[in-house]
């Protein structure tokens, strides 16, 4: 298994810089008004904005000072406070964005899982109030700390499934409603070089940085505001 006798992962590889780009949490930020904004115009998806403006200013949160995780056993409370704040109403938003037949069920099944391996990872790792920490890869971490490493991949894989589902309402949507297509498909290629680019990394096919994930991030935003922009 991934992470069976994992000690601490690679701050290159996945990095106690990744989540504190500029390109996370300034356009997070810019995301979050720009739908807040968008929300005062707009009828039949005005919840959604609202809910996409709620998420991405705790994203934008998150990245800008709590960016910690406990990718080595040792992380920020708020981290996991924060970024969850912001995935539950992105959960909410897409499941009033469209009614499916389970995916809605399995949105609220995945979200809660996400939000108890959050709580597990916050018990076990070393707590820091610092954005990084000094742990590298000769450092040896205890078994809570172990533990911690483990849940937090937990988290980070409800995170893909919620991610999976939120992509699976877009095509819905797609193939169900008058809407413009060309917007759906920027949100789903936003998602797909966000989250595509990090299965890789996992894979060991295309190695993340912060650089790159700066630019992933970018990205996926900007996509975001051009779906958002042409909801009505």
Avoid at 70 to 94: H, N, R
Wanted: proline share 0%.
């Amino acid at each position: 298994m991934i992470i069976k006798n994992i000690n601490v992962l690679k701050y290159d590889q996945f990095g106690e810089g990744i989540n504190i780009s500029e390109g996370g949490w300034a356009t997070d930020f810019f995301l979050s008004l720009s739908a807040g904004l968008l929300s005062l115009d707009c009828n039949t998806y005005k919840q959604f904005k609202k809910m996409i403006c709620i998420a991405f200013l705790f994203g934008g949160i998150g990245h800008r000072y709590f960016g910690n995780k406990a990718l080595d056993g040792k992380g920020q409370i708020l981290s996991y406070i924060t970024m969850t704040l912001g995935y539950i109403p992105m959960t909410v938003g897409y499941i009033n964005l469209i009614e499916t037949e389970y995916s809605n069920k399995l949105l609220m099944i995945i979200q809660f899982l996400q939000c108890i391996f959050g709580i597990m990872t916050i018990h076990y790792m070393s707590k820091t109030k610092e954005i990084t920490d000094d742990y590298d890869s000769t450092t040896k971490l205890t078994e809570d700390e172990k533990k911690a490493v483990k849940y937090d991949f937990y988290y980070s894989s409800c995170e893909l499934l919620l991610v999976i589902l939120y992509i699976y309402k877009l095509i819905y949507l797609y193939q169900n409603k008058e809407i413009d297509k060309i917007s759906i498909a920027s949100n789903l290629l936003g998602y797909i070089t966000l989250y595509g680019w990090g299965g890789l990394n996992i894979l060991g096919i295309l190695k993340q940085t912060s650089k790159n994930q700066d630019f992933c991030q970018r990205f996926f935003h900007y996509t975001q505001y051009i779906f958002i922009y042409y909801l009505k």
